[in-house]
T-cell receptor
Framework: DTEVTQTPKHLVMGMTNKKSLKCEQHMGHRAMYWYKQKAKKPPELMFVYSYEKLSINESVPSRFSPECPNSSLLNLHLHALQPEDSALYLC????????????FGPGTRLTVT | QKEVEQNSGPLSVPEGAIASLNCTYSDRGSQSFFWYRQYSGKSPELIMSIYSNGDKEDGRFTAQLNKASQYVSLLIRDSQPSDSATYLCPLYKGNSGAGSYQLTFGKGTKLSVIP
């Protein structure tokens, strides 16, 4: 089973709202990732968590705040977003320990109004 | 120089033909290579991984790797309309110390299989 789940599937939020995206995997993977994908562009890495610790932050604005409560869960907290932040947000996981294939969740389609 | 370059699309092939997708890398350090398929509006799906020089076959898909030339290709035999998608070959960068691995994606190649 290589399933990564993400909720919600769609999210519409105003620029003053606070919302959270959730990602979950039960494959025992030890690395989890957030990507952002704009229309007709490739995914861009935002954050990497390894063994529940933030290991990579690709200079993402502070209005995006990641959290890894445990090895199976990954959250992305959103606050004071801009319309240009509207995109597909993808979560992925990989086993680590020398196994590098990343498996993506279905994504959350975010619209900021 | 871009880290990952893919042959420019869109690529159109008739149903039943062989589709050939190519990818070159500027980073000689990568030891792992992947192909992802992404349907419009969907998330990327891993279809092949290849670590050694040569060919790797999985059903109608064959990945070919030449590390010296920093080149990887994907052949799709007997192409079907359902293969119409964007194909991505990200550059893998590992951080063994942190136990994390990141993928840097190129623009991808859009494949259209014409019935």
């Amino acid at each position: 089973d290589t399933e990564v789940t993400q909720t919600p599937k769609h999210l519409v939020m105003g620029m003053t709202n606070k919302k959270s995206l959730k990602c979950e995997q039960h494959m025992g993977h030890r690395a989890m990732y957030w990507y952002k994908q704009k229309a007709k562009k490739p995914p861009e890495l935002m954050f990497v968590y390894s063994y529940e610790k933030l290991s990579i932050n690709e200079s993402v604005p502070s209005r995006f705040s990641p959290e890894c409560p445990n090895s199976s869960l990954l959250n992305l907290h959103l606050h004071a977003l801009q319309p240009e932040d509207s995109a597909l947000y993808l979560c992925a996981s990989s086993q680590g320990g020398g196994l590098w294939e990343q498996y993506f969740g279905p994504g959350t389609r975010l619209t900021v109004t | 120089q871009k880290e990952v370059e893919q042959n420019s699309g869109p690529l159109s092939v008739p149903e039943g033909a062989i589709a050939s997708l190519n990818c070159t890398y500027s980073d000689r350090g990568s030891q792992s290579f992947f192909w992802y398929r992404q349907y419009s509006g969907k998330s990327p799906e891993l279809i092949m991984s290849i670590y050694s020089n040569g060919d790797k076959e999985d059903g109608r898909f064959t990945a070919q790797l030449n590390k010296a030339s920093q080149y990887v290709s994907l052949l799709i035999r007997d192409s079907q309309p359902s293969d119409s998608a964007t194909y991505l070959c990200p550059l893998y960068k590992g951080n063994s110390g942190a136990g994390s691995y990141q993928l840097t994606f190129g623009k991808g190649t859009k494949l259209s299989v014409i019935p």
